[in-house]
């Protein structure tokens, strides 16, 4: 998103890999945002297995889940052992994710985009996570429609997913919506993907010994050896690639595989014990892996099926190939184009191939399941359109820090990452150009010191080639490392309620106050602060007559501004339109002087104005329009003025004047005004003036006024223009 911006510290997998090195993490029971949630007992049972965390007594349900957090969940629950070279571009040995993503890919469970990424920090979506857990657990893909023709929607699954998202609604381990809807482009929160794991496995065995006589109804996961099962009535089992020793299974109902993805394991079944139901479809299979290579976990049908490339001019040059269903074709086996304007990805439909939007598949990365058509995407020469800031992997990040790192995101169009530079700035203003920084070239920079308490640029340009023009995007305010952490630092309420967050302020620190977006400090009235729990509420009151939409608030804890985080919230259900406002009257016509005329003229109406009292009064100081006084006042310098007339003539027009005061002054400057002549001039036009007092008043007070944030421009966020 280009208006408001956030950053994530606290990511779940990132507190997964701590639990794993022994650092202590909040366990379930502490987490202050799943209690009443309508996931909070799947997640309690799944951190008390060790296999999530939260972190900083948050777990954020609600928020989208990327692949990297999925990839680390599902290493979790499984323990692969075989790890696969890595020849994405974008991980990185040093991420924390590194070594789950590289075990799921060897796996076959998790793929890459088909060009050598693997968007680690993208979101995942539903059909992407039914996908992955269909492939890690080995169901069985038969139909590719089976389970999802019901589903409104069911036309919008990618080719790639059809027979995944079948296989995981037909065993109920996902469902669509009340509307009818699998909804398979939709992002999966962190509380879905946790549902749907419970969904799945229903028995997990980590510890040693015998199990029996219940009915599980979904999955078995055994993560040791020395287990016996014994009537137990489960859909299939999976032994880990980690287990050393045993697995003993009699008297048991398994309807589906038997998955064993040890080569240490000795996993045994009395044929005669274990009972299918649906022996003649779907017999029960023990299908010996090796630590969880991508050969293992299949259980499909031997049939051949068939993968057609269409490429050249007008797609005219078409390479057939077999492949044995749920294998992956060889690298060489795959035709290479010689177009020049191909972009390197094969597209599952003609449109998509023109346009190089869409869905593709690479069937070197991906097992074939069904026969494809696959097309060449041709690149025709375009403009850049869109890139995003993203922080973490965050790309509706609020504030941003020193330490953060910050990535080009979204880029548009996704084919042109190939093709284009990046550079980065640090600038002074949100809107200034900047100074480039020194071997930042690529799409991705951490901010350091150097970059406290500025606005960071991404210049992202096209090879001038297949993609030309430049874009960029400008970050917030980079934040000193040790500001005040917000969280969250983005929330949604429904009008007529109040607004939280919590503040986690360094030793010394405490909130000076709270600016909204003109700069204007909020009463004591519209917001609160606890000290001791760090709890900062803006008030319900504060929103009353505001309409749907975002509001941004500075937390003032320093007059310098890099420690003054932002706080974003988000009105729902408010009103359409916005508030009439009554402070300010209805602006009303002014009359300018015209040409002077000889002798006394007529008085002018005053608009909002009495009549000031008799007698001479304090003229008040005003700017660009003065009010004269009754009676003789020195004469005042004038600009630009048409040439005096014997007579008296009207005084030029005063527009919000300031309230009179009485006693003589003298006469301010007035710029583009009639030069008055020397007798009694009549009264000015005053409109919307304050209504004189007879007698000595106060200076006017000035009402309605919006201050600028005292303390720099850390309210400032930016967007791309």
Same mark, same amino acid.
């Given at each position: ?214 009915? *599980? ?27 050393? $020793? ?9 309807? $589906? ?35 969880? $290579? ?164 991404? *210049? ?52 000076? $106050? ?71 009257? @209805? ?30 009064? @304090? ?18 310098? *004038? ?22 005061? @009485?006693?003589?002054? @003298? ?55």
């Amino acid at each position: 998103m280009k208006t408001l911006k956030r950053t994530l510290a606290m990511v779940l997998a990132l507190a997964m890999v701590l639990t794993a090195m022994g650092v202590t993490v909040v366990s379930a029971a502490s987490y202050s945002d799943t209690q009443g949630h309508w996931a909070e007992s799947y997640i309690n049972t799944w951190s008390d297995n060790g296999v999530i965390q939260g972190d900083g007594g948050y777990f954020r349900p609600d928020d989208a889940i990327t692949r990297a957090e999925v990839a680390q969940v599902t290493q979790n629950v499984i323990s692969y052992v075989n790890k696969a070279a890595n020849t994405f571009t974008d991980v990185s040995a040093s991420d924390w994710y590194a070594d789950a993503i590289l075990k799921l890919a060897a796996a076959g469970a998790l793929t890459g985009n088909g060009d050598g990424t693997m968007s680690p920090n993208n979101y995942m979506t539903r059909e992407e996570a039914m996908t992955m857990l269909a492939r890690a657990y080995g169901l069985t893909v038969e139909n590719s429609q089976a389970g999802i023709t019901q589903y409104a929607d069911y036309q919008n699954i990618s080719d790639y997913a059809t027979g995944y998202v079948g296989a995981m609604t037909a065993e109920s381990y996902v469902g669509g919506y009340e509307d009818g809807t699998i909804r398979p482009k939709d992002y999966i929160s962190r509380a879905e993907f946790v549902k749907i794991l419970d969904n799945m496995i229903k028995l997990y065995i980590t510890e040693p010994g015998s199990y029996g006589s219940q009915y *599980v109804g979904g999955l078995v996961m055994i993560k040791t050896g020395g287990v016996t099962l014994s009537g137990i009535i489960a859909k299939g089992m999976v032994v880990s690639p980690q287990v050393n $020793g045993d697995v003993t299974i009699m008297g048991s109902q398994v309807s $589906g595989n038997i998955i064993n993805l040890s080569s240490t394991a000795n996993v045994t079944s009395n044929s005669g014990n274990v009972v299918s139901p649906n022996a003649s479809s779907n017999p029960n299979v023990i299908i010996n892996g090796n630590n969880g $290579g991508s050969n293992s976990g299949g259980g499909t049908s031997a049939n051949t099926v068939t993968v057609k490339f269409y490429y050249g001019d007008n797609y005219g040059t078409v390479k057939t190939k077999s492949v044995t269903k749920g294998k992956k074709l060889s690298q060489s086996a795959i035709p290479t184009p010689k177009e020049s304007n191909w972009d390197g990805l094969w597209y599952t439909s003609k449109a998509a191939a023109e346009k190089c939007s869409g869905t593709t598949f690479d069937p070197s990365v991906s097992a074939v399941n069904k026969n494809y058509n696959l097309y060449a995407g041709h690149i025709s020469s375009s403009d850049l359109t869109d890139v995003e800031i993203a922080v973490g992997n965050k790309t509706d990040y609020v504030n941003v820090y020193v330490g953060d790192t910050l990535t080009a995101a979204n880029l548009a169009p996704a084919a042109a990452k190939n093709y284009v530079s990046y550079q980065w700035y640090r600038a002074s203003e949100s809107h200034g150009t900047g100074e480039k920084i020194s071997g930042a070239t690529k799409s991705s920079y951490t901010a350091t010191e150097a970059d406290k308490g500025k606005y960071l640029k991404v *210049v992202v340009t096209g090879d001038g080639n297949k993609y030309n023009g430049t874009i960029y995007d400008v970050s917030s305010l980079v934040l000193a490392k040790d500001a005040p952490s917000v969280y969250p630092e983005r929330v949604t309420v429904s009008y007529g309620n109040d607004a939280s967050t919590t503040l986690t302020l360094s030793e010394g620190m405490n909130v000076i $106050g709270v600016a909204d977006e003109s700069g204007k400090m909020l009463n004591a009235e519209q917001y609160t602060y606890n000290q001791e729990t760090g709890k900062l509420t803006i008030s319900k009151d504060y929103f009353a007559g505001l309409t749907d939409g975002l509001s941004a608030f500075t937390i003032i804890v320093s007059e310098d501004a890099v420690y003054n985080p932002m706080f974003m919230v988000s009105i729902t259900g408010g009103p359409t339109a916005g508030p009439v406002p009554t402070e300010e009257p @209805e602006p009303t016509a002014t009359v300018n002087p015209s040409e002077p005329t000889e002798g006394p003229t007529e008085e002018p109406v005053a608009t909002a104005s009495p009549e000031p009292t008799e007698g001479p009064t @304090e003229e008040p100081v005003v700017t660009a329009s003065p009010e004269p006084t009754v009676g003789p006042t020195e004469e005042p310098v *004038v600009t630009e003025s048409p040439e005096p007339t014997e007579g008296p003539t009207e005084e030029p027009v005063v527009t919000e004047s300031p309230e009179p005061t @009485e006693g003589p002054t @003298e006469e301010p400057v007035v710029t583009a005004s009639p030069e008055p002549t020397e007798g009694p001039t009549e009264e000015p036009v005053v409109t919307s003036s304050p209504e004189p007092t007879e007698g000595p008043t106060d200076e006017p007070v000035a009402t309605a006024t919006a201050s600028p944030i005292p303390f720099g421009r850390s309210y400032l966020w930016s967007c791309n223009q």
